[in-house]
């Protein structure tokens, strides 16, 4: 589990073809505490595993699938990502709850600055939409944001200079393929409205409203 707070930010070094997907590496700035064989860390909002360590290097085992359904499978030897460390018990949650488990891939369609700021609409597709609500949590990319406006085919959110500076961001274009997990909250919520487990006054089409 993670929080969306994004923690470092990693270069690709290198990708190796390996049966059944890749092995990405990834440098990244030391983290104060010691990694743990095996342990979960958050690639642009993907879980994967630590599966091994070149000295300043992290390597990750990505399957064809997940290169597939996410937007690791558009990374060269140069790019930018989101990490994240799994939350530990004890540890603060700044942002929401997030699993790791992207549900499809959104498109950004525009960036309009507005003051220091940036405006992004990212399209998504119909099995993401409905877990938005206005006001809800998305992760795009590992990073916990807001739905500021809700349309229907897309959704926007909102960047301070800090989300610019501190993940991947920072370069983002129009055309870009972004991950998207909605709000774990939401995914209960709508699963229980669908098995008639709320009350009647209740609807998620009523909760989508606000």
Partial sequence: MFT?????K????????????????????????????GESIAVNGVCLTLADRKDDLLGFDVLEETLRKTNLGTLTSGSVVNLERALRYGDALGGHLVSGHVDACGTVRSIQAV???????ITAPESVLPLLVPQGSIACDGISLTVAELFDDAFAVHLIPTTLSDTCWAKMKVGDAINLEGDLVCKIVRREAAEGRLTNEWSWEKLQQG
């Fill in 10 to 37: 990693g270069l690709v070094d290198a990708l190796e073809e390996r049966a059944g997907g890749k092995r990405l590496w990834f440098s990244t700035a030391p983290w104060e505490r010691a990694y743990e064989e």
């Fill in 115 to 121: 003051g220091p700021d940036r405006r992004v609409e």
């Fill in 4 to 8: 969306g707070i994004i923690q470092k």
